[in-house]
C-alpha cells in the first residue's frame, strides 16, 4: 500500500512522519506546479472550486508516482468540500486510475465504516505506536508553525527579506528530515536564533489581518503566496488561521490547547447569526476580532465561487463601517496573474498607510 | 398589519404555508412583482458580485418591498427542511446579508428552520413568529396546521403534470391551461428558484413547451422511486435539492418515454458544480444538457441550444427504429 494525500501548505510535513509512524510506505504529490493546475483544470468540473482542481491534480501527479491509495477527508455540508472526495474518485476512476480511497469523515450512518478506515490505515501498528505516531506528526506541525510565526514577525521587519525567507525554507527541510521531537524542535529553535539576528528596520510595519477560507489560506500555491507578497511590502500580516488550531477545534473538540472559537462566534453575534458551514462564521468572527485588536486593515481571500465566503464577503462591508477598518476581498482561481494582485496589494497598502497617518496626525493637532 | 414576502427562492416552494400561516393570523400578505429587469438590476446594485444570480434577484425584491410600506419583511434563515440535509450556505446566511446590506428594511422576521438534527426547536420558533401577531399559542399551531394542509393541497397538484411554480399560481386561484398535445418528452432539472422563475431561466420550460416538448420535472415525477435512485450512490448527497435532482436524473435515465435531460445550473452554484458533474458521469443512455445561466440577458444563446437539443433528440427517435445512436461523441 502506497499512500497519498493532497497538499495542503506544510501539512505534507506532518502526515508524512505520521503515515512513517504507522509504518506505511507514503508517496506525496509533487510540489504544486503549474503543471498541477494544468492536470487539475483539465479534468475538473469548470464551475468547482479551486480546491478541488488542485486536489484532483495531486492526486493523478502522485498516481503517477506509483501512488496506489488515496487518503482524504470528508464532511457532510453544507459546504461542497464534503463532496469532493466523491467526485474526485468518479473522474479518476474514468480517467482510468487503479488506486484505492480512503475518505476519512463522521460516518453517516455506520460506525464500523471509519472504524475500518482507520483500521486498514494503522493495521501494521500497535495502538501505542499509533498514539506515537500522532505524537511525533504533531510535534513537527508545531515546529514548524513556531518558525512561520517568527517568519511573519521578522519578514516585514527586517532588511535583508531574502534570507529570511531562506532561514524559514531551510527550516522547513531541517524539520521535516528530523527523525524524532527533539530534532525537530532544534531545527525550529535554531531557525528562530537566526532570524533574531538580523538587522531590523526602524519602523513599526503595518498590520494588515488576513482572514478566509483554509485551504486559501494555508497553500501558498492557492494565494500566491500572499503572505511573502505583504511580507515583502514591510506590511505584518496576522494569519486568522494555523492548521494545529484548526485540528484542535475541530478533530480534538479543543482538548489538547486552548481554543478561541467560542469567543469568535460571539463576536460574530451582531453581523452573523448562524454557522454557514465552511469558514464563514470564523472569518466574519475573525474579522471583528481583528478589527477590535486594532489592526490597520483586513484581507479576506478564497477560492472564487466559495459559497461560505460569500456570505462573509457580503458581511463585511457592514463590519467595515461599524468597527471602522478598511477591508478587502480577493478572490483566487486558476488564472495566475501576480501583477494584477500585487497592485492591488499595493494599492490597498498605500491606502491603509495614508489612513493611519491622517489619524495620527489628527491626534497630535487634538 | 403588512407581512412582506419576497416573490423569489424559496417562495417557490413555501409560499402556500407562508401565506395561510400569516392570513390566519391577521396579517396582510404583502409579495413583490414577478423578477423583472428592474429586480435584476436592483438586486446586482445591492448584492455583492461574487453571489449567485438567484440570491442577486431576492436582493431585489426585497428592496422592492421595502418601498411599499409594509410592517414586516419575511426573511427566513432555511437551514435544512429535512433530516440531516442543507439547502446551501448562502440560505443559512440570508438573513445577515441583507440586513448587511440593505438599511431602510422594516422589522425582518428571521425563523431558523432547521431540522437536520430536531425540529424540536422549529415549533418554538413557529411560537415566537406567531407571538408578533397574538398571543393564542393554540391560534398559531391551527395556523401553522393549515399552512401546511394548504401546501399539501397545493403539491397534489403537481401529480396532474403542473410543476410546483404553476400548482402555486392555480392555488392563488390563477387559470392555466394544460398543455396537452407533444412529441418529445424532456426532463428538465435544477434547483426551483431558478427553473421556474421566468427571468432567471430566460423562461426555458415554457421555451421548450413552444417546440412541442412535454416538460418532466422533480415534483412531476414519483417521490418514493427518486429517493430509491438517489440511493444509489456511494455516499448520501447532503444537499436537498441536489439529492433529488441527481434522484430524479438517475430515474429519468430508466424512464422510456424521456427523450432526453437538460440541466439549469446558475453560475457559481457550489452544490450545482458538483451534482451536474456526478449527473453528467452516470448518466451515459440519455442525451444530457448543462445550461449555464447568470445576469448576462443572451436569450439567443439559449434559444439556440433548446433548438439544437430539440432537433438532435427528433433526429434520434426517428434513426432510432433503425440503428442505434451514441449519446456521447
Not at chain 1, 36 to 45: A, D, Q, W, Y
Not at chain 1, 173 to 178: F, M, P, Q, T, Y
Not at chain 2, 114 to 143: M, Q, W, Y
Request: hydrophobic share 40%; charged share 25%.
Amino acid at each position: 500500500m502506497k499512500i497519498t494525500f493532497p497538499h495542503m501548505g506544510n501539512m505534507h510535513i506532518a502526515i508524512k512522519a505520521l503515515m512513517e509512524g504507522l509504518k506505511l510506505e507514503v508517496v506525496p504529490p509533487p510540489p504544486i506546479s503549474k503543471r498541477t493546475f494544468e492536470l487539475g483544470i483539465k479534468n475538473s468540473p469548470e464551475f468547482a472550486c479551486m480546491p478541488l482542481k488542485i486536489n484532483l491534480g495531486n492526486f493523478i501527479e502522485a498516481l503517477e508516482n506509483g501512488a496506489d491509495t488515496i487518503v482524504m477527508a470528508g464532511g457532510w455540508g453544507p459546504c461542497r468540500f464534503g463532496y469532493y472526495a466523491q467526485v474526485e474518485r468518479d473522474i479518476l476512476e474514468d480517467l482510468g486510475y487503479k488506486f484505492k480511497m480512503i475518505v476519512l469523515e463522521s460516518p453517516d450512518s455506520k460506525i464500523y465504516d471509519l472504524t475500518n478506515q482507520l483500521k486498514s490505515l494503522g493495521k501494521n501498528v500497535s495502538l501505542w505506536e499509533a498514539i506515537k505516531a500522532i505524537k511525533y506528526g504533531w510535534s513537527k506541525l508545531n515546529a514548524l508553525e513556531l518558525v512561520e510565526r517568527q517568519f511573519d514577525y521578522y519578514l516585514p521587519r527586517v532588511w535583508d527579506k531574502n534570507r529570511v525567507e531562506k532561514i524559514n525554507d531551510e527550516a522547513a527541510v531541517k524539520i521535516d528530515e528530523a527523525a524524532n521531537k527533539t530534532e525537530a524542535q532544534e531545527a525550529a529553535l535554531e531557525a528562530i536564533t537566526e532570524m533574531r539576528l538580523l538587522d531590523l528596520k526602524m519602523h513599526q510595519p503595518l498590520k494588515i489581518g488576513l482572514v478566509g477560507e483554509i485551504y486559501t489560506l494555508l497553500e501558498p500555491a492557492a494565494n500566491y503566496d500572499i503572505c511573502r507578497l505583504l511580507g515583502r511590502m514591510d506590511v505584518e500580516v496576522s494569519r486568522s488561521t494555523y492548521l494545529t488550531e484548526w485540528l484542535n477545534d475541530h478533530l480534538m473538540k479543543g482538548w489538547v490547547k486552548k481554543s478561541n472559537r467560542k469567543q469568535l462566534i460571539a463576536v460574530a453575534k451582531p453581523y452573523l447569526n448562524y454557522e454557514v458551514g465552511g469558514h464563514g462564521l470564523e472569518t466574519v468572527g475573525h474579522t471583528v476580532q481583528y478589527a477590535r485588536m486594532k489592526h490597520d486593515g483586513i484581507i479576506q481571500i478564497g477560492p472564487l465561487t466559495c459559497m461560505p465566503e460569500i456570505v462573509a464577503q457580503s458581511i463585511i462591508p457592514s463590519i467595515s463601517e461599524r468597527e471602522d477598518i478598511p477591508c478587502m476581498t480577493l478572490w483566487f482561481d486558476e488564472l495566475s496573474g501576480t501583477a494584477g494582485l500585487n497592485t492591488r496589494l499595493e494599492a490597498f497598502a498605500d491606502m491603509v498607510k495614508r489612513q493611519k497617518i491622517r489619524t495620527n496626525n489628527y491626534m497630535k493637532e487634538a | 398589519m403588512r407581512v412582506g414576502i419576497p416573490r423569489s427562492l424559496f417562495y417557490y416552494y413555501y409560499y402556500p404555508l407562508w401565506k395561510t400561516f400569516f392570513q390566519d393570523l391577521g396579517a396582510e400578505v404583502v409579495t413583490s412583482d414577478w423578477t423583472n429587469r428592474l429586480t435584476v438590476e436592483k438586486g446586482i446594485e445591492s448584492a455583492v458580485d461574487e453571489a449567485c444570480f438567484p440570491i442577486k434577484v431576492y436582493y431585489g425584491h426585497v428592496r422592492e418591498l421595502c418601498s411599499k410600506s409594509i410592517d414586516y419583511m419575511f426573511i427566513p434563515r432555511l437551514v435544512s427542511v429535512e433530516s440531516r440535509s442543507y439547502i446551501c450556505p448562502k440560505f443559512m446566511g440570508l438573513p445577515d446579508m441583507i440586513k448587511a446590506a440593505l438599511h431602510d428594511l422594516p422589522s425582518v422576521i428571521d425563523i431558523t428552520i432547521d431540522v437536520s438534527k430536531t425540529n424540536k426547536f422549529l415549533n418554538r420558533d413557529i411560537i415566537s413568529v406567531g407571538n408578533i401577531f397574538t398571543n393564542n399559542k393554540n391560534r398559531i399551531k391551527e395556523a401553522y396546521h393549515h399552512g401546511q394542509y394548504e401546501l399539501r393541497k397545493c403539491k397534489e397538484l403537481c401529480r396532474d403534470g403542473y410543476n410546483i411554480s404553476e400548482a402555486i399560481r392555480i392555488w392563488d386561484g390563477e387559470q392555466l391551461v394544460a398543455h396537452s398535445t407533444y412529441n418529445l418528452n424532456i426532463g428538465v432539472l435544477g434547483h426551483g428558484y431558478s427553473l421556474y422563475d421566468q427571468t432567471i431561466s430566460m423562461n426555458l420550460i415554457d421555451r421548450l413547451r413552444k417546440m412541442g416538448c412535454r416538460v418532466q420535472v422533480v415534483e412531476t415525477l414519483d417521490r418514493n422511486s427518486i429517493e430509491a435512485k438517489a440511493a444509489e450512490i456511494p455516499k448520501r448527497i447532503f444537499w436537498t435539492l441536489g439529492r433529488k435532482a441527481f434522484g430524479s436524473a438517475l430515474f429519468m435515465e430508466g424512464q422510456k418515454e424521456i427523450d432526453g435531460i437538460i440541466y439549469l445550473a446558475c453560475f457559481g452554484c457550489g452544490p450545482d458544480s458538483m451534482i451536474g458533474e456526478i449527473i453528467e458521469r452516470k448518466i451515459k443512455s440519455k442525451p444530457f444538457m448543462m445550461i449555464t445561466v447568470d445576469e448576462h440577458t443572451g436569450e439567443a444563446g439559449m434559444v439556440t441550444r433548446l433548438e439544437a437539443f430539440c432537433d438532435m433528440l427528433t433526429r434520434r427517435k426517428v434513426a432510432a427504429n433503425e440503428d442505434y445512436i451514441s449519446t456521447h461523441g
